[in-house]
């Protein structure tokens, strides 16, 4: 099992953003997370504007009994700066194209 840590966590145009990060075998992987809050249909999340887009249910903060959606996404390098751009242009395509 993979374990992730919250590198960074901040709101971008009213939406929840996280950089996460975990070392396998020597070598640092990243993700990009942006949270839900009313839903995203499959044929949007298949159009999301970042390379292979994945849905996960996590426990909403301080509140393990409540669930949000998230949309998240592997980064291949360690650039992060543009890690947060895409993050950033994550977060408006979400709030654009919610249920």
Not at 31 to 54: F, H, I, K, M
Request: charged share 35%; proline share 5%; glycine share 6%.
């Amino acid at each position: 099992m993979i374990l992730w840590q919250t590198a960074k966590r901040w709101t971008y145009k009213g939406r929840n953003c996280e950089i996460q990060r975990t070392s396998v075998a020597d070598a640092i992987q990243y993700r990009g997370l942006v949270e839900v809050e009313t839903g995203l249909s499959d044929r949007a999340l298949d159009a999301a504007p970042v390379a292979d887009p994945q849905r996960k249910n996590r426990p909403k903060r301080h509140e393990d009994e409540e669930y949000r959606e998230w949309v998240y996404f592997g980064w291949p390098d360690e650039e992060l700066p543009d890690l947060r751009e895409a993050v950033n242009g994550l977060a408006e395509y979400v709030r654009d194209r919610e249920l």
